[in-house]
């Protein structure tokens, strides 16, 4: 660990050796000349010797403060460049977006064109993880979770709600889901209790074919598998809404089974940044046309 003299001090000292003055130091530093002089007394304190010799009309550095002051400065200025580059998110308006393997591959992506048609100076970055990341620790400005609906408090916004219908290809031939492969995936989170295919036929009366189904360790994998025609896949209604309104997906008749709700969250920290305002209300109009 580091031993350093306070920082308000180092400032305070960097400040004054800067400008040779403790009214302009002060000034930089919003605050009085005689809580300049405060802090230099305390930093020559702490280290045992003088920085600055005051003089009755101006200021100077001691042999100290002469050896202090360039490696003060070039600290302050490796900080400077650092923050500067925190900074330049907002500058650029950058947004950074989390949310799922599926829902970035199925829902956003293929809606990302639209925004930038209209917002083209707004960068947007997309962090894709089945996890729930932590919008301040990962600096993320907002996400799109999927999850039950009675789970939402005052920092989540519904955007919509979903159901469970299966899906072909719609080009391949129609044959009863009794004789083909059924594409499943398992549920990251087991206590939301996902739908199922088992759910689904024993809504629609049926008897359910377990040993018809192909299931993977993921969604995206499930969707790629549908994309190869190995077999229906039960889907969020969200996630082939394009495909059906291109004809490339067709739902097979059934029953439809309730889904979750996509919500928005917002991290604090950056809600109020102009790229991050923007993604966010086209979001918002997005899912109302859903």
Wanted: proline residues 6%; charged residues 25%; aromatic residues 10%.
């Amino acid at each position: 660990m580091r031993k350093l003299p306070p920082l308000n001090a180092i400032r305070a000292f960097e400040a004054v050796a800067r400008r040779l003055s403790f009214a302009e130091a002060a000034e930089e530093l919003s605050v009085t000349a005689t809580a300049i002089s405060h802090q230099i007394r305390h930093l020559e304190a702490y280290l045992g010797y003088q920085v600055v010799e005051r003089r009755p009309r101006q200021i100077a550095l001691t042999p100290a403060g002469q050896e202090l002051f360039p490696k003060l400065q070039t600290a302050f200025d490796i900080l400077g460049e650092a923050f500067a580059m925190l900074d330049k998110d907002v500058e650029q308006s950058l947004v950074r977006v989390t949310t799922t393997y599926a829902f970035a591959e199925r829902w956003l992506v293929p809606r990302l064109p639209e925004f930038f048609e209209k917002h083209g100076e707004i960068r947007v970055e997309v962090e894709t993880d089945d996890d729930v990341l932590d919008l301040r620790v990962d600096r993320l400005d907002l996400a799109i979770r999927y999850g039950p609906e009675a789970s939402v408090n005052e920092d989540v916004e519904v955007l919509f709600s979903d159901r469970y219908i299966p899906v072909s290809l719609a080009d391949r031939p129609e044959t009863g889901l009794q004789d083909s492969r059924l594409l499943g995936f398992r549920w990251r989170n087991p206590d939301m209790g996902g739908p199922t295919w088992e759910e689904w036929f024993k809504e629609a009366g049926e008897p359910f074919p377990s040993d018809r189904i192909i299931r993977f360790s993921d969604e995206s994998a499930a969707f790629n598998a549908l994309d190869q025609g190995l077999g229906p896949l039960l889907s969020s209604s969200a996630l082939v809404e394009k495909g059906l309104q291109s004809g490339r997906y067709q739902q097979i008749p059934g029953p439809e089974l309730r889904g979750f709700a996509y919500c928005l969250v917002l991290n604090p920290l950056s809600r109020n940044k102009h790229g991050v305002k923007t993604f966010a209300d086209w979001v918002r109009q997005a899912a109302k046309q859903i």
